[in-house]
């Protein structure tokens, strides 16, 4: 994947088809195996700062910030390729996700349920407990 020097206003940018909110949806694709990981949403500064991390940085629309995965859990998505649909209104990261674990819940995707006769069923295990992924140390005093 190619680095870009200055991201401010780059054609490459202004491609994409932003939402009315300056949104993209975006998907993670696992490299390796093809599993789709989790589905965001990124703007315009978390797409160059993808670019220029090398690794997956979102937009948390539920806390109005960047979100560059992995920032607590140490679970960093490395970006290998980055594609855009025939619309140009998703984006699609190719992606190797670091600790086998993309979800919130501790399991490698978070496409665990499936629908199965008239309900949905959690059919991947948990690979984490949660509570152990995002325990931040007490500041000592």
């Known amino acids: 994947m190619t680095t870009a020097t200055s991201t401010a206003g780059n054609a490459w940018l202004k491609k994409v088809r932003w939402d009315e909110n300056g949104l993209v949806p975006v998907i993670a694709q696992e490299a390796a195996s093809g599993d789709v990981l989790m589905f965001a949403w990124m703007n315009r500064d978390a797409l160059a700062r993808t670019v220029e991390l090398g690794e997956a940085v979102y937009w ?44 919130h819940t501790g399991r490698h995707s978070c496409f665990f349920q499936k629908f199965e006769g008239d309900d ?22």
Request: proline share 5%; glycine share 4%; hydrophobic share 30%.
């Open 120 to 141: 949905w069923k959690s059919v991947d295990p948990v690979l984490q407990d949660p509570k152990t992924i995002y325990t931040k140390p007490k500041k000592t005093t």
């Open 60 to 103: 948390s629309r539920s806390r109005k910030k960047l979100w560059h995965k992995g920032e607590e859990s140490g679970h960093i998505q490395k970006v290998l390729e980055i594609r855009l649909d025939c619309d140009e209104d998703v984006v699609l990261l190719k992606i190797e996700q670091a600790g086998s674990i993309a979800c």
